[in-house]
T-cell receptor, first 115, second 110 residues
Framework: EAGVTQFPSHSVIEKGQTVTLRCDPI?????LYWYRRVMGKEIKFLLH????????ESGMPNNRFLAERTGGTYSTLKVQPAELEDSGVYFC?????????????FGPGTRLTVT | RKEVEQDPGPFNVPEGATVAFNCTYS??????FFWYRQDCRKEPKLLMS???SGNEDGRFTAQLNRASQYISLLIRDSKLSDSATYLC???????????FGAGTQVVVTP
């Protein structure tokens, strides 16, 4: 079974530019999450989709961040315009209701550098 | 105060030895608990979920103490490949957003 995939693996952009990150969850997983780790800090939650609906976007830092999940499959996270403090590693995770706890499985992350 | 606190380490452990470390969480209403492992510049990988009664998976044993609001992880017979950062992760529900600790670094030496 293929895991969570993310694209690109790295992105270097200048302040003020736009970047779009993509996440493909594990097939059949209704729940999709975005997280971010900035330098020296712990991983922080950004938002949670259930299928195509935003269940919780309490972690989104500001309105420069826009997440979508069209058709309830893959998701995109757009940062526009990017600022220096947006640099970090953006992780996507997915989960599906099953027996026990809703364990989340993470993708390899996109390392974003804003210069 | 952070929601999930961990000793950053590093814990330097001789190969074959046992190492144990804890994390504490601030919200007594937290419902689900996990240990993830993260290798350098990689994604977090689920190591084990932590159940109320405690659970074991091979050389790894996790315990939950709700009264004192801490979770522990014990690694027996440490292998070189156990060197990693161990992330304590808590959830207010059985699903939804995870809250991460900053991680405990473990270094297993020959």
């Amino acid at each position: 079974e293929a895991g969570v995939t993310q694209f690109p693996s790295h992105s270097v952009i200048e302040k003020g530019q736009t970047v779009t990150l993509r996440c493909d969850p594990i097939s059949g997983h209704d729940n999709l999450y975005w997280y971010r780790r900035v330098m020296g800090k712990e991983i922080k939650f950004l938002l949670h989709f259930v299928k195509e609906s935003k269940q919780d976007e309490s972690g989104m830092p500001n309105n420069r961040f826009l997440a979508e999940r069209t058709g309830g499959t893959y998701s995109t996270l757009k940062v526009q315009p990017a600022e220096l403090e947006d640099s970090g590693v953006y992780f996507c995770a997915s989960s599906h209701p099953g027996q026990g706890l809703y364990e989340q499985y993470f993708g390899p992350g996109t390392r974003l550098t804003v210069t | 105060r952070k929601e999930v606190e961990q000793d950053p380490g590093p814990f330097n452990v001789p190969e074959g030895a046992t190492v144990a470390f804890n994390c504490t969480y601030s919200n007594s209403a937290s419902q689900s608990f996990f240990w993830y492992r993260q290798d350098c510049r990689k994604e977090p990988k689920l190591l084990m979920s932590v159940y109320s009664s405690g659970n074991e998976d091979g050389r790894f044993t996790a315990q939950l103490n709700r009264a004192s609001q801490y979770i522990s992880l014990l690694i027996r017979d440490s292998k070189l490949s156990d060197s990693a950062t161990y992330l304590c992760v808590v959830n207010m529900k059985s699903w939804g957003k995870l809250q991460f600790g900053a991680g405990t670094q473990v270094v297993v030496t020959p």
